[in-house]
């Protein structure tokens, strides 16, 4: 037993030490950033924590917000739920005001309670429509819903391509399967021929079996509306197969993953999303991407980085506004917040922490992997 | 008369009392996950330490647990209190369907068996069965416990009911070790064949263990979708049920503090050293490489067997 009280006294002055240094950081205005930093999706995690960073670092040069520094907490919630949820739990404690992030609509949508109870600001690209369904206070979408996206790929589909037979692929995500249900639905509004609605399990790198199946069908169009990882496999695997339908990815196969994932097969497929960020007219938009490339020697991994930046820089700018630090009243802020110029265009938010707008664009992938506009 | 481990009990859960008063609501959650950790560690610790039997399934009970509150809550919008007695019955009730037929087997075949169940067990989350458990995303949402209108939502009230659940576990444990069902499980594991010609009905005690164990890993798992409002099936796959195996051979089998030890170790040194948290499972491999060759029997191994101390005063 003797020998047990210096290790239970070294432990008691470990903990008062930490004590004392969280009392410290007082005087410092907390962000965190939830993203998945490792793991499949690592690329958009890092941009998303690096566009955060360039931010803070420009306002901290400028005195920082309400005559305090800003902090950045990182917690790498890996793109998976459950440690979405744990990340926001840590965040939570850590004491910061709000959380940029996460990159899928899964790891924020787990996390989104936990905010909410403890009246954290969130603020995330996640498309999906159900993370608007709770109507958390909290809760701030810098992107557009799936719905928007939906509607727009359905009018391209049957105005635009007039596609014939029409095959909708999805992954189980919440997002994926979000999408796909969505655009299905606008499809048979507008009388669309789907021969074929399935799912691929995220990950599991041959999807032969599917595309097999698929082949069979001779469909004119094959959409993807999951994630850029499975997405370049299945462009590769189709050409592989010799399938001759077109390949349509949703917003989240535009990473410059994809293309090294399909290799030779990404020419010629079509992605469907906002602008891309070296084609954003906005004058801030180009002196944050000069920025962002001095810093850090690369490109952001594709437009949700910018659009959580924007969600950051909302959410100081009304800070500033309102002169408080108070959640409450800085989400007040934000619903009264009103074309607020951002890197992606005007912010605006609805109610229910919806952002207001949309303007999607078809590119179609070129032999040198650059883009080109085919719908608009 | 006390012995060391009730000792050592009793120092660990007056410092755990006592914990929350001295630091703050981060590592007040830190806290709350080593109790959860430690209880579902304890609880592997009846199966494999004490009664011996290779189980390398044990996220899945814990996942039983806390996908039952988590159905109960979200689907069909039971009271978290409420889900409290399905969230140990169901793991218990699993335990004994799945484990009864296999219990025979020795070894490494039920090690492999247990193994199989764990992955069938993702399986059946991911592919959202009956559209009650989420898929690959799980569920979200889960709510805090309220009783009579007051809710338990802060990190201290989660800290308290996690602390009490590993009051709970250690009390069971120390009237394991006295009670004969403790005694026989000793027996089978030190010799099978010796306990089995003894009288010692060996299937209904490891059974006996199964269930328990099993049981009390529901509670803690329960605890687990609490705090963090959300359950999704990585959190239950064959790596944490290796976490769990490994803890317990790591730290000591049936060794109170070895256990503790290794569940510090495994969940509470990442949280202190968040720049290496990528870097555990290389410590922790390291550690579980070099504690099997130095100290085969852990690093705190039990000294002493429940020999009872008329037998031990003539040896002396």
């Known amino acids: ?376 | 008369m006390m012995n060391k481990t009730s000792l050592i009990a009793i120092a660990l859960l007056v410092f755990m009392g006592f914990f929350p008063l001295f630091v703050d609501s981060a590592w007040l959650a830190v806290g709350t996950t080593f109790l959860v950790f430690a209880v579902v560690a304890l609880s592997q610790d009846i199966i494999l330490g004490r009664a011996g039997v290779f189980h390398m399934g044990h996220a899945l009970f814990f996942g039983l647990g806390a996908y039952t509150t988590a159905i109960l809550n979200v689907n069909f919008g039971l009271p978290i209190l409420a889900t409290w007695v399905p969230a140990v019955l169901v793991p218990m009730l699993v335990a004994f369907i799945m484990v009864a037929p296999i219990i025979h087997l020795r070894g490494d075949y039920l090690l492999v068996a247990t193994i199989g169940f764990n992955i069938i067990f993702i399986q059946v989350l991911e592919n959202d069965v009956f559209g009650l458990t989420g898929g690959p995303n799980g569920l979200f949402g889960i709510d805090v416990v309220r009783v009579l209108g007051y809710d338990f939502s802060s990190q201290t009230h989660m800290y308290y009911m996690a602390f009490i659940l590993l009051g709970i576990t250690l009390f069971i444990m120390r009237n394991l070790d006295k009670s004969k069902f403790g005694r026989a499980m000793f027996y089978i594991h030190k010799d099978e064949i010796a306990a089995q010609s003894m009288g010692i009905n060996v299937r209904y005690f490891k059974l006996y263990a199964f269930i328990l164990g099993a049981g009390i890993a529901g509670a803690a798992g329960s605890m687990f979708s609490v705090q963090y409002s959300a359950v999704s099936p990585e959190a239950f796959n064959v790596t944490q049920s290796i976490m769990f195996f490994t803890i317990v051979l790591v730290g000591g089998s049936a060794s109170l503090p070895g256990v503790l030890i290794g569940t510090f170790i495994m969940f509470v040194l990442p949280e202190m050293f968040r720049e290496f948290e990528t870097a555990r499972y290389l410590v922790f491999g390291i550690a579980m490489i070099l504690t099997m060759i130095l100290r085969p029997r852990g690093i705190w191994p039990v000294r002493f067997g429940n020999i009872p101390d008329f037998l031990k005063k003539g040896v002396k």
């Not at chain 1, 590769?236 to 990473?255: C, E, P, R, T, Y």
């Not at chain 1, 002196?287 to 437009?303: E, G, H, Q, R």
Request: proline share 3%; aromatic share 10%.
């Open chain 1, 1 to 376: 037993m003797k020998k047990m009280f210096p290790k239970l006294t070294a432990s008691l002055a470990v903990c008062s030490m930490l004590t004392s240094a969280s009392f410290a950081a007082a005087d410092v205005i907390k962000i965190g950033v939830q993203a998945p930093i490792t793991g499949q999706y690592a690329n958009e995690g890092q941009s998303i924590d690096n566009g955060v960073r360039l931010i803070v670092e420009q306002y901290n040069a400028r005195g920082g917000v309400l005559g305090k520094k800003i902090e950045v907490v990182t917690c790498d919630d890996q793109g998976a739920a459950q440690q979405a949820a744990i990340c926001a739990k840590k965040l939570v404690n850590e004491g910061v005001k709000a959380v940029i992030g996460s990159y899928t609509s899964g790891a924020t949508e787990a996390a989104q309670t936990t905010y909410n109870r403890a009246g954290v600001l969130q603020t995330s690209d996640g498309t999906s429509d159900s993370l608007i369904a709770h109507k958390y206070w909290t809760f701030f979408r810098n992107s557009f819903p799936n719905s928007a996206e939906a509607e727009y790929t359905a009018k391209y589909f049957v105005e635009g391509k007039q596609y014939k037979k029409i095959v909708v692929l999805s992954d189980y995500s919440s997002y994926s399967t979000d999408l796909a249900d969505a655009t299905v639905k606008a499809l048979k509004a507008k009388n669309a021929n789907i021969i074929y609605e399935g799912k691929i399990k995220s990950g599991s790198q041959n999807f032969t079996a599917t595309l097999t199946k698929i082949k069979s069908m001779d469909p004119d169009v094959i959409y993807f509306s999951g994630y850029y990882t499975d997405g370049g496999l299945l462009r590769a695997q189709q050409m592989q197969l010799g399938i001759k339908a077109d390949f349509v990815g949703g917003d989240s196969n535009d990473n410059p993953d994809y293309m090294k994932l399909a290799g030779e097969s990404a020419k010629g497929t079509l992605l469907i999303n906002v602008p891309t960020p070296d084609i954003l007219p906005y004058d801030i938009a180009k002196t944050f991407l000069v920025d962002y490339k001095a810093k850090f020697n690369m490109m952001p991994a594709s437009i949700w980085s910018l659009m959580n930046v924007d969600g950051l820089r909302a959410i100081l700018h009304v800070m500033e506004l309102s002169k408080s630090d108070d959640t409450k009243v800085i989400a007040e802020g934000l619903h009264a917040l009103k074309d607020f110029p951002g890197i992606t265009g005007p912010v605006t938010f609805r109610e229910d922490g919806e952002r207001i707008g949309g303007g999607y664009m078809t590119y179609e992938v070129q032999a040198d992997k650059s883009y080109k506009i085919v719908y608009q």
